[in-house]
C-alpha cells in the first residue's frame, strides 16, 4: 500500500507519525527540557506524562482555572517541591501544552508542501491530518481550545495564531486549486473558517459521533465531501478508493 499522505487511511498516519505514547512524552522532554531543574531523563519524562495526564483529568472535572497546583501535587503524588523543579506556574504549564500542540501541527500539516501534492490530494490530507490528530491527541486540543479564555494575553493570542495559519494554509491550498482550474471559490477566507469549524467539532462534540457510531475516517470523508462541494468539484473523481490505490 502507498504511505501517508497519498494513503489517507488513519493505520497510514499511524504508521508515519507517533503521536502518542513514548514518542510522545520524549518530545515533550525535549520542548520542555531547558526550563526544568530536573535533568534525568527517564525520570523527567515518566513525571512530565504524569503531570500532563493529570493536569486534562483535572481539567475536564473543574476548568483549568478552577485547578490548583496543589490539586495537581495531590493528583500525581509529586509534592508541591516535586512540581516545582518541572513548572514554574500554571501558566507555564499551560504553555508547555499550547506548544506541543503547535509543534505537532507545525510538523504533521506543514510537511504536506514537501509532498508535491495535487492541490485537491493536499486539501484531503490536511482535513484528514488534523482530525486524526484530534483523535489522538484529544485532550490537548480540549485544553487549548477550551482554556485559552482564561490564560494570559501573549498566550491567548499564541493559540489564536495556530488557528490563523492554519486557516492560512487551507486558504494558500484553495487558491493553488483554483489557480489550477480543479476548483472554484468565490471567498476561500471564508470556506478556510468553515472547514476550521467542522474540523474542531471532532473534539468538542465527540460524544455525538461516539452516540451515532460515527468512525475518524467517516467524519473526515464527510468533511471533505462537503468541502468539494463547496468548491464545485465532482465528488466521484475524488472517490475514497482512489485515494488509498496502492503504491
Partial sequence: MSEWPKNTSF?????????????????????????MQIKNRDVAIHNLEKILKSTFKLTYS??????????LSRETGISMGGLYSYIGSKNDLAFLIHVVQRKYIEQVIGSLEEENLAPIECLRAIIFG???????????????????KGLPKEQQ???????????????????????????FCEHPELLATQITGQLQQWHLKKWKFKMRDITTEQYAEFV???????LRVDTSDYSNAQFRRSG
Avoid: N
Fill in 11 to 35: 493505520e497510514s498516519f499511524k504508521a508515519r507519525w507517533k503521536l502518542d505514547g513514548e514518542a510522545l512524552w520524549c518530545k515533550v522532554f525535549e520542548l520542555h527540557q531547558d526550563k
Fill in 224 to 230: 471533505f465531501d462537503s468541502i468539494l462541494s463547496c
Fill in 62 to 71: 473543574k476548568g483549568f482555572q478552577g485547578m490548583s497546583l496543589r490539586d
Fill in 130 to 148: 488534523e482530525i486524526y490528530m484530534m483523535e489522538i491527541m484529544s485532550p490537548w486540543y480540549y485544553f487549548c481550545f477550551m482554556e485559552l
Fill in 157 to 183: 493570542q499564541g493559540a489564536l495564531d495556530v488557528e490563523l495559519q492554519f486557516e492560512e494554509t487551507l486558504m494558500k491550498t484553495i487558491r493553488k486549486g483554483i489557480d489550477t482550474g480543479d476548483c
